[in-house]
């Protein structure tokens, strides 16, 4: 009993490192047009959130959605470079709380899922957005 | 009498209907409820808050949990509350069937913890709690004739818990470390401390887990354990696990428990079950 339960994990644990794609994220993203759908995906799960939507009163939806692609390609190692403003300018005086946070990154999560993007995809975005963290919360 | 009563009701009607239920935390972070009642693994609690609320809010859980090994059987009612991402407040009842005397043995646990530090995703430093469990046994009979000191103990622990986004293979890893000062002997069940003397004994518990996705968690724990008792042998525990967090709701543990030597009888080692239901 114990050794079969064993062996089923080592192999779970195996077949995710089968699993783990060695492209570049910036492919496994889906390249510009991949991240476009992520951010389409995402500015419509924003919509529908009453705890983050608040903070988009004054956005200009263009401009973000074009900076936020831009940005994505960018730290995913895509042929872009960043040229918006920086993390601690676009949200100084939103005060954004821990709970927002939370709620967007959980919003992008459902954005990557609707997309089809691989967990491992997923995670290694959000760990690169997650450093952004003491730069965005208030 | 009853207008107290109605008076009371109002007042905690109006508390419950003031404060936020909330969901801020991301899903799977409230945790799974551990047989002690604080939020944890399966046998190990971690630096976790219970429930999914954030700052502000409140967030906690009510759980049923089931331990079948070859000669025992525990079940445990838990529920716990978490406030602001905070501080935790817990109760478990546990309730031991010893199936060769078919006798029980119950207790209570009575859980306070404290997040000191760190943040379990978005800071270097990894989310520390500190917490105590006072433990009350019931039923102490057999605690007495195996030489159990006193039928009641306070626990100690510190604990530290760090979830690193795709840690390993692409995929989410959690990590607990619980250092624990403790005068109970199987978890209290039977009973605290030995002949005249309370034996407090400073034990080392880990757990580790890999998120296959958001949904499902895998892993395994250790749980150091005294062995003050002179009548009877006390081993270490051990489980693998599987967590299951279809949503805030309600999640699901099922695990393979070997506790090892129980009231001198050896080789105990069976399924764990556990059903959370989220406030």
Redesign the interface.
Known sequence: MRETILFCLLFAISSCAHLNNQAPLYNQLGEMEGITKIVDSLLHEISTDAKVLPLFSNTNIKRFRSKLSEQICDISGGPCEYSGDTMEETHRNLNITRNQFNSLVEDLIRAMEKNSISVPAQNELLKRLAKMYPDIKH | MQFRLLSLSSILLTFFCSISF?D????ATSAATSLEGSAGGGIVPWAIISGYG????IGGNFSFTTVNVNDFRLDVTSFNLGFG?RLELSYSHHDLHVEPLNLNIRQDIYGLKYKLIGDL??NNIPQISAGIQYKHNKDSLIPDLLGANDNSGTDYYLSASKLW??G?????VLANTTLRYTAANQIGLLGFGENGNDDYQLVGETSIG?F???HWL?G?EYRQKPDRLDTVKEDHWKD?FIGWFPNKTVSFVLA?S?LGDIAGLPDQ?GLYLSIQLGL
Request: net charge negative; hydrophobic share 45%; aromatic share 10%.
């Open positions: 909330a801020s935390k991301i899903l954030d700052t502000g809010e991402n995703i978005y986004l795709a390993l293979f692409g995929r989410n890999i296959l996705n958001p895998i395994a693998i393979y070997d080692s």
